[in-house]
Nanobody, 124 residues
Framework: QVQLVESGGGLVQAGGSLRLSCAAS????????MGWFRQAPGKEREFVAA????????YYADSVKGRFTISRDNAKNTGSLQMNSLTPEDTAVYYC?????????????????WGQGTQVTVSS
């Protein structure tokens, strides 16, 4: 079992930046693909980005490609999501998630471990 705790959310103006962090504990973090998802009010939880176990490969939703960057530091058991050029449409609760094994996925049902979420609000 791996436990995940997100931090770094907040209120930012459109065009601004935020960096989310995910601290992992428990099992060996490097055995897990890490993903970020988000859920806006009244909407389904959606995929944002994922990163392979080694960090060598990254995957993004089209809506954030070129603006968000996912990364991880296995030595520190942490992951992060750098978000630039934020728009009000990025407003949501952001969740860190982990999936055991090597295969990445953009499906929330494939991730067994979740953090509690952190609120990101982008004002216009």
């Amino acid at each position: 079992q791996v436990q995940l705790v997100e931090s770094g959310g907040g209120l930012v103006q459109a065009g601004g930046s935020l960096r989310l962090s995910c601290a992992a504990s428990g099992r060996t973090f490097s055995n897990y693909v890490m993903g970020w998802f988000r859920q806006a009010p009244g909407k389904e939880r959606e995929f944002v980005a994922a990163i392979s176990r080694s960090g060598a490969s990254t995957y993004y939703a089209d809506s954030v490609k070129g603006r968000f960057t996912i990364s991880r530091d296995n030595a520190k058991n942490t992951g992060s999501l750098q978000m630039n050029s934020l728009t009000p449409e990025d407003t949501a609760v952001y969740y860190c998630a982990a999936r055991y094994g090597s295969a990445w996925s953009d499906s929330k049902s494939e991730y067994r471990h979740w953090g509690q979420g952190t609120q990101v609000t982008v004002s216009s």
